[in-house]
């Protein structure tokens, strides 16, 4: 009791220097980014469009009309699909060639591991927009490298961004060639932090290389694997840059992402309240989806 | 032992080739005439070596601006929330105050919440300050960033607190402590955050897309996809737009890769 008292008081004079140091990150995190998320859900409640943006005093609060809209916007739904398309597809897929590239790399008999990581790495870094750009023309259905080599093996090669069924592996297979390095750097992390003797005892055991793999490797990374698939999937929610660059949302709509709808609702078109509420499903989603993974990490852990 | 280790390495080196062959084309036909790289066969490597694209980019089509606004922004957005995230980082590693675990788990589970989210009002409230379209309407969202925050207060929480009080018993203010002792020692981690950040904004695309309505305020990406809006069937050129846009930040990263990739695996296995 007495201690408690001492070092509480000793820490006081201090109290107030420490809420100087907080106060302009803390208020400018409040200011704009707080405030924004309260106004952004207040607004999905209102008519907020292009006549209110002279004149906020012009949107009417009209309950949940725009979430009802959205129910009943065809659009909308195929964002949905899209953007689900995407993540789920997407998600496995990268998270695979991560670990794949991990271990090998984890390997004790390759040398100049530094050079092949820094390799993997370098599409993590460029700018999407330009990647995004330099792709389109890879996936050209004419002139595009990629049907070039496609052909060589003796495949026919496919208008990739103008077919509608294509479209969207196209731009999953580019977002896994963009991504991979990432998640690998943190798999080889978690990697390393598996003590050798696991390895050594299976060995004498007789456990061959993909026991090894799926009753050590893949145990010993769930919490890696766990933190991964929710940055990614965060991550892969938010698909905008590909497809507005590469395809406008096309063919057909095929590729158009939520985070495009709300863009070119809000900003294209001023209907920000209604895109306010677009913003907050995914929102929504994001955070499902983080509870689910969640959910399925304590069932494995029991 | 042997064909394990080529199997190995030539997994390794087709995976890398397959990594790289997109640049590769990228810098190749930037260097081709107009119209050489719409031809079937693709070619790889420019048969007349031109830099006319470039000289098209430079006198023509205004990149030198976007490329020093990518620049300004960039360097500014990371001077500006290196300084702000590391106080309030240093406030919550060294500091009692009543409520702040309550207050870092609060913006910890903040994180979750998508910038897009806030980006209406954001775009209204910088509006109604007349701050749409200048630098400021980059700079302000970017000051500070709770990632940031929990990044150097993870590296921050391990300076022995003998080290503080020791200064404190020579008298330094709080605030020379903060500056003179606290900054160079968190150095590895800030380096760290300044490339993140650095990268991140150079980076970033929705959110200039949004706020910088026109040309001369144009960054590197919201130029390029303009650029490519209005010049689809010129690929020379576009490849020329990209090499300027993604150089400086390969360039940057070359030079500091050591930290940004022990902040990548320090920022998850921490966390």
Redesign the interface.
């Known amino acids: 009791m007495n201690g408690k008292k001492i070092s509480?008081k000793r820490?006081k004079p201090?109290?107030s220097?420490?809420?100087?140091?907080?106060t302009?990150?803390?208020g400018?995190?409040l200011v704009?980014?707080?405030?924004?998320?309260i106004?952004?859900f207040a607004?999905s409640f209102t008519d907020f469009d292009i006549y209110s943006?002279g004149d906020?005093t012009k949107a009417r609060f009209i309950g949940i009309k725009n979430y009802i809209n959205l129910f009943e916007d065809p659009l909308f739904w195929i964002s949905l699909k899209n953007t689900f398309y995407y993540v789920l597809a997407a998600t496995p897929i990268s998270i695979a060639v991560s670990l794949g590239?991990a271990i090998?790399?984890n390997?004790k008999?390759?040398k100049l591991k530094g050079i092949?990581?820094?390799?993997?790495?370098?599409?993590v870094?460029?700018?999407?927009?330009?990647?995004a750009?330099?792709?389109?023309?890879?996936y050209?259905p004419?002139?595009?490298?990629l049907n070039?080599l496609l052909e060589i093996f003796g495949i026919n090669g496919v208008d990739w961004l103008g077919d509608p069924n294509w479209a969207m592996p196209a731009i999953i297979l580019m977002a896994v060639?963009k991504n991979f390095?990432?998640n690998m750097?943190?798999f080889i992390?978690?990697l390393q932090?598996i003590p050798e003797y696991l390895y050594e005892a299976s060995v004498i055991e007789g456990a061959n290389g993909w026991q090894q793999f799926k009753s050590i490797t893949i145990p010993m990374l769930a919490p890696?694997t766990f933190?991964?698939s929710i940055i990614t999937m965060?991550g892969f929610?938010?698909l905008?840059?590909e497809p507005?660059?590469m395809t406008q949302g096309g063919p057909l709509n095929k590729t158009l992402s939520i985070?495009q709808y709300?863009?070119h609702e809000?900003?294209r078109w001023w209907n920000?309240g209604y895109?306010?509420s677009i913003?907050?499903v995914?929102?929504f989603i994001?955070?499902a989806g983080?509870l689910i993974q969640f959910k399925i990490q304590k069932t494995r852990e029991l | 032992?042997f064909w394990?280790?080529i199997i190995?390495?030539s997994?390794?080196t087709i995976?890398?080739l397959?990594?790289?062959?997109?640049?590769f084309?990228?810098l190749s036909?930037s260097f081709m005439a107009d119209g050489h790289?719409?031809?079937?066969?693709?070619r790889?490597f420019p048969d007349v070596f031109t830099l006319e694209q470039y000289e098209r980019l430079f006198s023509r089509l205004n990149i030198m601006q976007y490329l020093f606004n990518s620049l300004f922004l960039s360097a500014a957005v990371t001077i500006i929330s290196i300084?702000?995230?590391s106080?309030?980082a240093?406030?919550?590693a060294k500091?009692?105050?009543?409520g702040k675990n309550k207050l870092f788990n609060f913006?910890l589970s903040?994180m979750?919440?998508?910038a897009?989210?806030?980006?209406?009002?954001?775009?209204?409230?910088l509006k109604s300050m007349g701050l749409i379209n200048t630098y400021m309407a980059i700079i302000?969202?970017g000051?500070?960033?709770?990632f940031g925050?929990f990044l150097i207060r993870q590296y921050i929480i391990s300076i022995p607190d003998s080290l503080i009080e020791a200064a404190r018993i020579d008298g330094a203010t709080?605030?020379q402590i903060?500056r003179t002792l606290i900054l160079p020692l968190a150095r590895p981690i800030l380096v760290t955050l300044a490339i993140f950040t650095f990268?991140g904004t150079?980076?970033d695309?929705?959110w200039p897309?949004?706020a910088l309505t026109d040309d001369s305020m144009y960054t590197?990406?919201?130029a390029?996809?303009n650029l490519?809006l209005e010049h689809t069937k010129d690929?020379e050129l576009?490849?020329a737009?990209?090499v300027v846009?993604?150089l400086p930040?390969?360039v940057v990263?070359?030079a500091l890769?050591k930290y940004?990739?022990t902040g990548?695996?320090q920022g998850?296995?921490k966390?």
């Open positions: 509480h820490y201090f109290a220097a420490a809420y100087l140091f907080l302009p990150a803390l400018s995190i704009f980014f707080f405030i924004p998320v106004a952004a607004m943006l906020w590239a090998l790399l390997s008999l390759i092949f990581r820094l390799t993997y790495f370098i599409p870094i460029t700018t999407l927009v330009a990647v750009i330099v792709w389109r023309f890879i050209h004419r002139f595009g490298i070039y060639w390095g990432y750097i943190i992390a978690g932090n890696t933190f991964i965060i929610f938010q905008f840059a507005y660059v985070v709300m863009y809000g900003f920000m895109s306010a913003a907050f995914l929102f994001i955070f983080t | 032992m394990k280790k190995l390495y997994f390794l995976t890398g397959m990594t790289l062959a997109p640049f084309w990228m036909a790289a719409n031809v079937y066969p693709p790889f300084f702000f995230n106080m309030a240093y406030a919550f500091y009692r105050f009543k913006l903040a979750i919440i998508p897009q989210v806030t980006m209406l009002p954001l775009f209204l409230m302000i969202p000051l500070a960033t709770i925050i709080e605030f903060y990268m150079w980076n695309f929705l897309l949004i590197l990406p919201v390029l996809s490519m690929p576009m490849m737009g990209s846009t993604i930040i390969i990263f070359l890769q940004y990739i990548i695996m998850s296995v966390g």
